[in-house]
């Protein structure tokens, strides 16, 4: 692979300087990052093949096992209406539409989570740090946020489509 390609990869996924920097200054050293999570009374824990049986082999992949779907794969990209969108995993409600933008990287995008909804931690699956974010509810991966979004929280959550179950608002 070029450098040019690597470059364009990166840039696709979000990191750049303000991507790095976003996620903290902590070492590779640390690899077992600590998590942070809201305290829940609702939490979702099933057996590996329980959620197998739950989950499409995709949502399983990225839910379960941290995958990435492809760019501009979702359907959800395309989303306008208004409503909410809820972990595929567990149904916790994680973003409103009014929260939702178009970042131009190809995966469903939002600047603000609802509250208590999200937990995170650091990544290091391409050796630089990013900060993933995961369900509160069921520990489902959804993606990762990075330092260059739009107003109000400055903030892009990168969110896998798949990984999302969109609920229209009633009229």
């Known amino acids: 692979m070029t450098r040019r390609h690597w470059m364009k990869l990166l840039r696709t996924w979000g ?3 303000s991507a790095a920097g976003a996620a903290g200054s902590t070492s590779l050293a640390a690899s077992a990052a600590p998590t942070t999570t809201p305290a829940r009374s609702d939490r979702v824990q099933l057996t590996e093949a329980e959620w197998r049986q739950r989950l499409s082999a995709a949502q399983f992949n990225v839910l379960r096992e941290e995958g990435t ?3 501009h794969s979702s359907p959800l990209n395309a989303e306008k209406r208004t409503g909410t969108y809820q972990c ?3 149904a916790l409600p994680l973003f409103s539409s009014s929260a939702k933008y178009d970042s ?3 995966w469903p995008s939002f600047h603000t989570p609802l509250p208590q909804a999200l937990g995170t931690r650091t990544d290091y699956k391409l050796l630089l740090p990013r900060t993933e974010y995961h369900c509160a ?3 489902g991966h959804q ?3 990075f330092s260059d979004g739009p107003r109000p929280s400055g903030q892009r959550y990168c969110n896998n489509g798949v990984a999302l179950r969109f609920v229209l608002e009633a009229s």
Do not use: D, F
Request: glycine fraction near 34%; aromatic fraction near 0%; include cysteine.
């Open 15 to 17: 990191l750049g300087a």
């Open 69 to 71: 779907e492809r760019p």
């Open 88 to 90: 595929a995993g567990c």
């Open 104 to 106: 131009g990287t190809g």
């Open 137 to 139: 509810r069921c520990g």
């Open 143 to 145: 993606g990762h946020v």
